[in-house]
């Protein structure tokens, strides 16, 4: 296996996890790190020994000898900072939104496309063992026809003057929504609500329908006083709800209920791992792709166009 460096741009609470999970591959070195605050840098070089730090992220872009980069910045740099990683060459991982339009998502794809580079996004749950154990029986039918899928993540959180929960939240809904449906929606419709502040959505309400006629709907929030990760599936012979983050199946099944065995992995690691993959094998499976990343912001787009305007989107 050939060897990588790599650069983590924003090292704050995720990317500390993203600097430590790299620092267990074999192979894989954490050449150098950016964030603003001193103390990040100060905790990446006392604790994994990274041997460059910087407060700008342009200065690990212009490292030659960098392989590839993790984008773990603020929503409004991932694409100046994507579009120079790969305008230098380097392969990218950008935590999610990929972009806060989706046609500057579409040009990111066009230019990894046009360099050979791979462009992945980081859509986390994809490597899920719950979710994934639920969609193989999806597949194999065992829920029937599925009528509903219930997405509930809320939790309580500090007001924040950078984002709303719809551009936050929502691209892990309508990720799962398509993983699990191997679809898009067809029609969105949004109710949202700022409350400790006038601006910013920290609540919100989305219904969309189907190509199969069955509706998916998420309550998002950060204004909720317990943390909820949960997706819950109704179909025509059994239901389940899934703790996302615990890698809980429970199955309800004519009045009884049971717990599928599933196997808890650690979801970072595996989306590193087939980071890393992709990098070193052109023909290796993206299921995170940069496509993908973009089209979960049409559906933010969407989103917002229902919200705008009163009325369901169409897609």
Same mark, same amino acid.
């Given at each position: =296996?050939?060897?990588? $460096?790599?650069?983590?741009?924003?090292?704050?609470?995720?990317?500390?996890?993203?600097?430590? &999970?790299?620092?267990?591959?074999?192979?894989?070195?954490?050449?150098?790190?950016?964030?603003?605050?001193?103390?990040?840098?100060?905790?990446?070089?006392?604790?994994?020994?990274?041997?460059?730090?910087?407060? +700008?992220?342009? +200065?690990? %872009?212009?490292?030659? @000898?960098?392989?590839?980069?993790?984008?773990?910045?603020?929503?409004?740099?991932?694409?100046?900072?994507?579009?120079?990683?790969? $305008?230098?060459?380097?392969?990218?991982?950008?935590?999610?939104?990929?972009? %806060?339009?989706?046609?500057?998502?579409?040009? #990111?794809?066009?230019?990894? $496309?046009?360099?050979? %580079?791979?462009?992945?996004?980081?859509?986390?749950?994809?490597?899920?063992?719950? #979710?994934? !154990?639920?969609?193989?029986?999806?597949?194999?039918?065992?829920?029937?026809?599925?009528?509903?899928?219930?997405?509930?993540?809320?939790?309580?959180?500090?007001?924040?003057?950078?984002?709303?929960?719809?551009? +936050?939240?929502?691209?892990?809904?309508?990720? =799962?929504?398509?993983?699990?449906?191997?679809?898009?929606?067809?029609?969105?419709?949004?109710?949202?609500?700022?409350?400790?502040? /006038?601006?910013? &959505?920290?609540?919100?309400?989305?219904?969309?329908? =189907?190509?199969?006629?069955?509706?998916?709907?998420?309550?998002?929030?950060? #204004?909720?006083?317990?943390?909820?990760? *949960? #997706?819950?599936?109704?179909?025509?012979?059994?239901?389940?709800?899934?703790?996302?983050?615990?890698?809980?199946?429970?199955?309800? &099944?004519?009045?009884?209920?049971? *717990?599928?065995?599933?196997?808890?992995?650690?979801?970072?690691?595996? !989306?590193?791992?087939?980071?890393?993959?992709?990098?070193?094998?052109?023909?290796? $499976?993206?299921?995170? @792709?940069?496509?993908?990343?973009?089209?979960?912001?049409? =559906?933010?787009?969407?989103? /917002? &166009?229902? %919200?705008?305007?009163?009325?369901?989107?169409?897609?």
């Amino acid at each position: =296996m050939p060897r990588f $460096e790599i650069g983590v741009l924003g090292v704050g609470y995720w990317g500390r996890k993203i600097v430590e &999970e790299y620092s267990g591959i074999q192979n894989v070195k954490v050449k150098a790190v950016s964030d603003l605050a001193e103390k990040n840098l100060v905790h990446c070089k006392e604790r994994y020994g990274i041997p460059h730090l910087t407060h +700008d992220y342009r +200065d690990v %872009l212009a490292m030659d @000898s960098i392989d590839a980069v993790h984008i773990c910045l603020p929503n409004a740099l991932h694409y100046p900072a994507c579009k120079e990683a790969l $305008e230098r060459g380097k392969h990218v991982l950008v935590e999610k939104p990929i972009t %806060l339009s989706s046609s500057d998502g579409k040009e #990111l794809v066009k230019l990894a $496309e046009e360099k050979n %580079l791979t462009l992945s996004v980081g859509h986390i749950y994809r490597f899920n063992n719950a #979710l994934a !154990e639920v969609k193989r029986l999806w597949s194999e039918n065992f829920f029937g026809k599925v009528f509903l899928l219930n997405f509930t993540w809320t939790n309580l959180e500090p007001v924040f003057t950078d984002r709303d929960v719809i551009v +936050d939240l929502a691209p892990h809904y309508f990720d =799962m929504v398509n993983f699990l449906f191997d679809a898009w929606p067809e029609k969105i419709t949004c109710t949202a609500m700022p409350y400790r502040q /006038k601006q910013l &959505e920290e609540a919100a309400y989305i219904a969309c329908q =189907m190509p199969s006629g069955a509706i998916a709907h998420a309550h998002l929030n950060w #204004l909720g006083p317990k943390k909820v990760r *949960q #997706l819950e599936v109704v179909g025509e012979n059994r239901s389940c709800i899934i703790d996302a983050v615990g890698q809980v199946v429970t199955v309800y &099944e004519s009045g009884y209920t049971y *717990q599928l065995g599933v196997q808890r992995n650690n979801t970072i690691r595996d !989306e590193l791992l087939h980071f890393i993959k992709s990098i070193g094998d052109p023909s290796a $499976e993206t299921r995170n @792709s940069g496509s993908i990343g973009v089209k979960t912001v049409e =559906m933010i787009e969407r989103t /917002k &166009e229902s %919200l705008r305007s009163g009325a369901t989107a169409q897609v």
